[in-house]
């Protein structure tokens, strides 16, 4: 009995010698989005697909081993909030990157505060000036941009359609302009006979489109071009209807779900949308697909939430194909990286760090399989290589330290 005990006693010794196996620390990710106001829909919808990524990511052994912890911030649609959180992710929390970012002005403002922190920031903002103008080699976007999707759209409507008088209407900021500038140039370009009847830019978040409406009606338009978002897209379009303004709107927002599912009735039907992806491809890759994520999100389909997911995909792929967090070395893999997504293979281009993607033209259908509303079929894609612009231009610079 002794002999047994001193056995025992020399076996737990040995176990308790042994350190302690631990699971690695998570690498953490910062997410900077519009957590609180009229944005929250649109913000929590990328966050989800983050999530649904990060599951994937972690489930195949991480990013270098390590699980990915996301930490969510709230800029409160103020770029000067947008910071100070930045601030508190790299300074205390000490994220690797940086997702996300708000609104454009708030995304532009993290953007150029990258340069301090020498840290990767991926923008869910499409405005053309965070990869142009302002281009720094911190930042990479690895979902559309402004021009990509309306020349996607435009050259759709030029070709495919007889619509040629267009009222535009967008909401008074940068991202307003930008579009409704794109849109004339591009639609200009694919079908030179269209004539803008109107061109207006009203105060964000606005709660009466009545003026504005009676002008488009007496305008002689046959669509209304807008990428308005949030409240400012559902009040234009169902106080346009309620005035009897039976015009197809053409954008990209008029497909988002979460709009779509706030329109009481047919409100949208026949508009156009264009956009990265659409549930309904139909591709036997995509169908896995989105079966898959609807499984992993806990029941929501592949819309919205695809703008984050993709941010993440492509962000773990970079990390784990430099095999290291060395700054230098994710940016080296990052540039020129080929992603293989649901919809094809999205490049990230090294010149301006801008994902180069294939689109997809959507139109609003009474039913499909994935909603119990309203929502876009797609109707046609439009290949990756349409989209390969000149970065010059659309005002891109080489970036110069500082």
């Known amino acids: 009995m002794k002999k047994v005990t001193i056995i025992l006693m020399v076996v737990a010794g040995l176990f308790l010698s042994i350190p302690h196996v631990q699971a690695k620390d998570p690498i953490l990710i910062g997410y900077i989005g519009m957590q609180s106001g009229p944005g929250k829909a649109m913000s929590d919808s990328f966050i989800l697909g983050i999530n649904v990524a990060s599951k994937e990511i972690n489930k195949n052994g991480g990013i270098l081993g390590h699980p990915i912890q996301l930490l969510v911030e709230d800029m409160q649609m103020k770029p000067e909030i947008a910071l100070q959180k930045l601030k508190k992710l790299m300074l205390k929390d000490k994220v690797e990157a940086v997702f996300g970012g708000g609104t454009s002005a708030g995304a532009l403002a993290i953007s150029k505060t990258m340069r301090r922190y020498k840290k990767i920031f991926m923008p869910t903002a499409p405005t053309i000036d965070i990869t142009g103008k302002h281009f720094n080699p911190y930042v990479f976007r690895a979902n559309n941009n402004i021009p990509m999707v309306v020349m996607a759209m435009a050259q759709y409507i030029g070709k495919q359609t007889s619509l040629r008088k267009v009222y535009m209407i967008n909401q008074d900021y940068s991202y307003g302009h930008d579009n409704a500038a794109y849109w004339e140039k591009f639609i200009k370009k694919y079908a030179p006979d269209t004539e803008i009847v109107g061109n207006d830019f009203h105060p964000m978040f606005n709660k009466d489109f009545a003026s504005y409406i009676s002008k488009i009606k007496a305008s002689g338009a046959d669509y209304i071009f807008t990428n308005n978002w949030g409240p400012d897209l559902a009040r234009l379009i169902i106080q346009g209807r309620s005035f009897g303004m039976k015009l197809p709107f053409v954008g990209m927002v008029v497909g988002d779900s979460t709009i779509l599912k706030s329109l009481p009735g047919d409100q949208a039907m026949g508009s156009f949308c264009a956009g990265s992806i659409f549930p309904g491809i139909g591709t036997p890759e995509f169908s896995k ?23 993440m995909k492509m962000y773990a792929a970079a990390v784990n194909q430099a095999k290291s967090l060395d700054i230098n070395k994710i940016i080296k893999a990052f540039e020129g990286m080929k992603w293989e997504g649901p919809t094809g ?13 294939p689109m997809f033209i959507g139109q609003v259908v009474k039913k499909t399989k994935y909603y119990d509303f309203p929502y876009p079929k797609p109707i046609k894609m439009i290949p990756a290589k349409e989209f390969d612009y000149k970065p010059e231009n659309f005002g891109w610079k080489p970036y110069k330290a500082k």
């Open 289 to 311: 697909f989105e079966d898959s994520f609807f499984k992993t999100s806990g029941g929501v389909w592949p819309d919205s939430p695809y703008w984050g997911y993709q941010i």
């Open 345 to 357: 293979v999205v490049t990230m281009r090294a010149k301006d760090h801008q994902a180069i993607m």
